[in-house]
């Protein structure tokens, strides 16, 4: 397996794990309460900060387990990331009009930053997913 | 995902020199052997540069290594 599939393995599921993480924080913290009454600001700024530092120390774990594999990656992996960040990035988009649209309508700030937060977990799942397609079924 | 109609002859190239390995011919075209694999089952097509780095390699003409059907084959 290519050094970038594993680091897109990789990103996909500390995006998903994390928000998983964040799910539960929140509907614990929840306990009964409407979920806007939810204390979210501190599960949210700690998963991603771990959706972060996981990254790195992912993408540093492959880079020492493959350093003997000589060149890591070429035109084939520039490719399929700018496709697959392509494809996620449409995520992002959705997420910041869902945004504006909640602020106009004076929706609380829970929905406005969990509708953000989701969407840039949807558009790093798509990109890894997409990036992984690449890999497996080819790009031509 | 349509299927490319380039087809390639670089296993039966390799073999022919000597069954030269997919991460010698990697590492002589700067690709990784990954890319190599997927060149050779044809699921990526690589750029025009790579394309004549591999002919180089086994001294052979562009055609000889990558065809395309012609138009009424198509």
Known sequence: MAFEEKQAWALGVIAVVGYAVYVVLVLNGAAGRPLVEAPYVGAMLWTILFGIVAGIVSGIWFGIASRNDGLQADERDREIGRFGDHIGQSFVVIGGVSAMALAMFEAPYFWIANVLYLCFVLSAVLGSVAKIVFYRRGML | MKPTKVTNSIRALRFARGEMKQADLA???????QTLIAIEQG???????????????FEVSLEEVF??????EL
């Open chain 2, 27 to 33: 590492a002589a075209i700067g690709v990784t052997r």
């Open chain 2, 67 to 72: 065809q395309y059907p012609e138009e009424e």
């Open chain 2, 43 to 57: 699921k990526y097509s690589p750029s025009l540069e790579v394309a004549f780095k591999i002919a180089r390699v």
